[in-house]
């Protein structure tokens, strides 16, 4: 997969490319990541790439002349049908299904904006798709476009160790994840579930299920909402339930 970020602070894009699961997607070559800096193509000798908004208001919009140069200039990098995506609070919000929609990309522009956004026939003009991490004002769109990268390259066949570890992820299937331990098996006077040791790996599948309901209930009633449960999974919740009162 190729992915090319047009942003006026590219570096950012270092946090990921040489460190953790990225970097090691774009070292075993499934991942290829360009940063592409707009200022490049500015208009005027003193290097602007923003300006007042016609109609008065406060801050400054980005230029669209320099950002289109600069995703131009991703398109003929990256080749193939890119779909370009601006990082903006008006967009749809980001979540485990996008993720996996585009994972399945081959190529993927994202557009970080700066200031009070970009100039709408930009927008009209290059951008697929308008996406939003949340409900929340950045200073740019350069930490959304970090998230949106770790989340999506995490999804691509072969990038992680473990062939189930994205199936069993949070969000995967509307659950959060079931609690996680490790060694030691006593830490801070607290013992890991007996269940945990036991061995038997269809009684740790039921604990397993019913934890993640339980706390998916409890934090994000929203997902067990929309979910279609199975009478194993509504036994298990209200046994959830009921030992927690």
């Not at 390259?153 to 659950?175: T, W």
């Amino acid at each position: 997969m190729r992915i090319a970020v047009v942003s006026l602070f590219p570096k950012v894009l270092d946090c990921i490319s040489d460190i953790g699961v990225t970097g090691k997607a774009i070292e075993d070559g499934l991942v290829a990541l360009d940063g592409i800096n707009p200022r490049a193509y500015a208009v005027d000798k003193h290097g602007s790439v923003d300006d007042r908004p016609y109609g008065g208001g406060p801050g400054m919009l980005m230029r669209p002349e320099p950002l289109k140069s600069a995703i131009r200039e991703a398109r003929q990098k990256i080749k193939g049908q890119p779909k370009v995506v601006y990082l903006s609070a008006q967009g749809v919000k980001f979540d485990h299904e996008k993720a996996l929609e585009y994972a399945k990309l081959s190529e993927l522009i994202l557009v970080a904006g700066r200031y009070e956004g970009i100039d709408e026939r930009l927008i009209c003009q290059e951008i697929d798709e308008e996406l939003s991490i949340g409900d929340f004002v950045l200073s740019g769109g350069e930490i959304a476009a970090l998230a949106v990268i770790d989340a999506v390259v995490r999804q691509i066949p072969g990038v992680l160790g473990h062939s189930r570890s994205a199936i069993e992820e949070s969000f995967v299937e509307d659950l959060l994840e079931y609690p996680q331990y490790t060694r030691p098996e006593c830490f801070g006077g607290e013992k890991v579930p007996s269940i945990l040791l036991s061995g038997n790996h269809e009684e740790i599948r039921r604990w397993r299920l019913k934890q993640a309901l339980g706390r998916t209930n409890k934090r994000r009633p929203d997902l067990i909402r929309r979910r279609a449960m199975s009478n194993e999974e509504y036994d298990l919740l209200e046994e959830y339930i009921a030992e927690s009162l």
